[in-house]
């Protein structure tokens, strides 16, 4: 397995970026290299590094830009190795750079645009095999229904079939009052916790309305990413009976087990 690879099998694994530098006997610098060019070819994304940073190292970073505000790699270095003696200086610095917003809400912008176009596509294949052809009477409520014809005739430039304007809101309200099909084909922990999962779609819904809205002044941060990525490990989305085109979806990458 070549060294880069072997880099990623550990981060799958949920080791931090010290740990992983440890076992694999390199530095946390060549460590990084590593994993870049991952990011490059595809493999992972920068979030994944982000993530992979122990909680100890965090919560050390933050005090320190806490009392010194905004500092340089050296300062950070210092700061961190004499004060934080068990916090490896290098990964603190790795945080430093990574757990910035431009760093991170382009990957928790992709996440929130796959998750909805894998709801739409799978509780759509779910009511089609319920239902046949009158799928769309029988399996979305009226009032959805409804709500979702009247934003149709008012875009300028109308979308196929009414369904493709619904929300993760209404996605949710789908779900819940059609329960009786979906925890049949949802992986076992949504099933068995309904309130959960539900829970976590109306989270998701005020996160995405966050991204979505930026001139309100109240951007998503660091810990609405780390909701999204814990609802996407909650789903076990790998374990949803299989839809072709929502197990593309999984397949691909981007709705895989998360740590």
Partial sequence: MARKHEAVSWLGRGLSLAEIAERMGVS???LMGYLFNQVGEGGIRRSDILFAIGGETRMAVQAVKQEHGEIDRWQIRRIVTSQYPGVNAHEAWVYVTLSKPEVYLGDMYWYLYTLEKFFHVYIQSVLMKAHGGDWWRMGIPENIRAE???????????AAEPYCYTTL????EIMDRRWNLFSKVVAKRPASNKAEFLSGLTRLNQIRNRVMHASKGNPPDENDFRVIREFIAFADFGNWTSDPAAKMLVES???GPVQ
């Avoid at 979702?148 to 109308?158: G, I, L, M, V």
């Avoid at 809101?169 to 949710?172: A, G, R, Y």
Wanted: aromatic share 0%.
């Fill in 253 to 255: 990458g981007d709705l």
């Fill in 148 to 158: 979702c014809a009247a934003t149709r005739e008012r875009d300028p430039e109308p």
């Fill in 28 to 30: 946390i610098e060549q």
């Fill in 169 to 172: 809101i209404q996605i949710k």
